[in-house]
């Protein structure tokens, strides 16, 4: 696979056209059964839509720390919740690397939130490992992202297009993904897949949202101009101007002790 910059993104941007995964983040949220109290990462927090609704559950007494890699999108998400004060903090750091060492922060959390993320990010191994370290012992993981079969259409007309598909990304199935959290030590672990159909009211606005989103590793590497031409070519072909999404969502419980082999 061709090197590329992962922090190409583009947080205002991003934060218009991104309620799709506002949405589903939005849903699972409920699954975390805040109490208010808690302190809480969200681990690929983008421009802070999601974030926003988490911050909004907490009390007093409860902390945000919203992640990324994007510097881009934390000035966004920075702005987005500015309102949230000392309830909500944000930090740039790399979720495929030691995580305590980069935030900088002397703290371990009662739950970590993710949507939209963990897809962008090739080794499940490392990433649950590295999450499974900041959670205290009961904490939980709540999270969701592209799994096995996501954007197949997308997939095939990228590929007759003569890029590759996919790129910089990893859709997980399920089997593997709870394999790989048990390995973590994650224990009471639920993880299921559904589709999300997503459909756009025209293909201008869905080959936008492709070249921001869906196919950025490929616009990057093809540069911008022949890169949204190429957006344009995938909407295009689409037999409608919808997107096939599958969601893969994980359900579980940071083990009281864990034993590394």
């Avoid at 720390?65 to 987005?80: E, H, I, P, T, Y």
Wanted: a negative charge; proline letters at 3%; hydrophobic letters at 40%.
């Amino acid at each position: 696979m061709d090197n590329w910059d992962e922090d190409n993104w583009d947080g205002e941007l991003y934060d218009h056209i991104s309620d799709p995964m506002a949405k589903w983040g939005g849903k699972i949220i409920d699954l975390l059964n805040l109490q208010g109290s808690e302190t809480i990462l969200d681990a690929g927090c983008g421009s802070g839509r999601v974030s926003e609704i988490l911050a909004s559950r907490l009390s007093d007494g409860g902390l945000l720390v919203g992640l990324d890699n994007s510097a881009s999108m934390l000035k966004q998400a920075r702005k987005r919740l500015e309102g949230f004060g000392n309830r909500a903090r944000f930090v740039r750091a790399d979720l495929r690397a030691n995580l305590s060492e980069q935030l900088g922060i002397d703290v371990f959390f009662d739950a970590i939130f993710s949507s939209a993320t963990f897809h962008w990010i090739l080794d499940h191994d490392k990433l649950f490992s590295n999450l499974a370290q900041l959670l205290l012992p009961g904490g939980k993981l709540v999270a969701q992202w592209g799994g096995e079969g996501n954007l197949a259409d997308v997939g095939k007309v990228v590929t007759e297009l003569g890029q590759d598909w996919p790129k910089g990304v990893y859709f997980a199935g399920v089997e593997q993904t709870k394999q790989r959290l048990n390995n973590a030590g994650f224990t009471n672990v639920q993880v299921w897949s559904h589709p999300e159909p997503t459909s756009f009211d025209n293909r201008d606005k869905l080959a936008t949202y492709l070249a921001t989103i869906v196919l950025r590793p490929q616009v990057q590497r093809l540069g911008k101009t022949k890169g949204f031409w190429f957006a344009k070519q995938v909407a295009q072909r689409l037999d409608e101007p919808l997107l096939d999404y599958v969601r893969i969502n994980a359900v579980a419980v940071k083990s009281e002790v864990h034993l590394i082999n």
